[in-house]
């Protein structure tokens, strides 16, 4: 009598799955990413809007400057002028990020998809797997824009406000940190994602890097252009020539003689680096 196995009674579906067919179910063409790559790619990603964000709050500060010049009360105190260019900055900085954001967004949708797909597939993984890397990534091309040595010093009373702002640490920080947290916000409502952590330290960040370099100032003066054009200097005075820029031209500082100034002599190349630091 041949004996029963009671395993051949268990009923065996044709296409069950095996489970350890899905252990490396993972996709072998997927991107992979690591936080030095999503770092560097988020900053690609926040080099637009970071030009576009600071160009249009410079902007915006001459903007507000003039229009708080006109408040009654507060425009002959300065106060309103100073209030006017900082609102108008966060104002520029939140309109300027989110225009050119929509905008490099809108030309990565017109590439091909050979091109396009594996762009937006590998920032899908750089913000899935190292989203505090991609996110510090967008924060470096306003820190290569600005500095965070801020000091105190004086201005000629025709000064602008935007420069009185520069000029005094805590307003400057204050600024620079509502542009910065400007930008960020205007990225954020691109993709409908707020997300306030990012936004406070974006602010931070801003409020550290607070002091443009000559790159910064650069895009500031291309932003604020077009409003000098229609305004010209309603609500502001210019100046001449800063101190740094007559010392770079060889017009007056230390080492400068009147033979150096006329080009027949070189100057000191010591005398040269202390002006310089």
Not at 8 to 25: G, I, K, R, T
Not at 45 to 74: F, H, M, N, Q, S
Not at 102 to 112: E, M, T
Not at 163 to 171: G, H
């Amino acid at each position: 009598m041949t004996e029963r196995n009671p395993f051949d009674e268990v009923p065996v579906e044709a296409d069950s799955v095996n489970p350890f067919d899905q252990v490396n179910d993972a996709d072998p063409e997927a991107p992979t990413s690591s936080a030095g790559g999503a770092l560097a790619r988020g900053a690609a990603r926040g080099t637009l809007p970071a030009v576009g964000g600071l160009a249009a709050a410079a902007a915006g500060a001459k903007t507000g400057a003039i229009a708080g010049a006109l408040i009654p009360g507060l425009g002959e105190t300065g106060i309103g002028e100073t209030g006017g260019a900082i609102i108008g900055g966060l104002i520029g900085g939140f309109g300027g990020g989110w225009g050119a954001g929509k905008a490099q967004d809108y030309a990565i949708s017109k590439l091909p998809d050979s091109w396009k797909d594996p762009i937006e597939a590998q920032e899908q993984a750089d913000v899935e797997q190292h989203p505090i890397a991609s996110f510090l990534g967008g924060l470096v091309p306003f820190a290569a824009t600005m500095s965070p040595r801020v000091v105190s010093s004086a201005l000629p009373a025709n000064a602008t406000a935007l420069q009185r702002i520069r000029a005094n640490p805590a307003t400057s920080r204050l600024f620079s940190g509502a542009v910065q947290g400007g930008i960020e916000l205007g990225q954020e409502a691109i993709t409908g994602e707020y997300d306030w952590r990012k936004l406070a330290v974006s602010t931070g960040f801003g409020m550290v890097f607070s002091r443009p370099n000559a790159l910064g100032l650069r895009i500031e003066d291309f932003g604020a252009a077009p409003v000098h054009r229609i305004f010209g200097k309603a609500g502001e005075k210019e100046f001449g020539p800063t101190i740094a820029e007559a010392d770079a031209a060889n017009v007056a500082g230390a080492g400068v003689t009147e033979e150096v100034f006329q080009g027949t002599n070189e100057r000191d190349p010591q005398s040269a680096m202390a002006a310089q630091e």
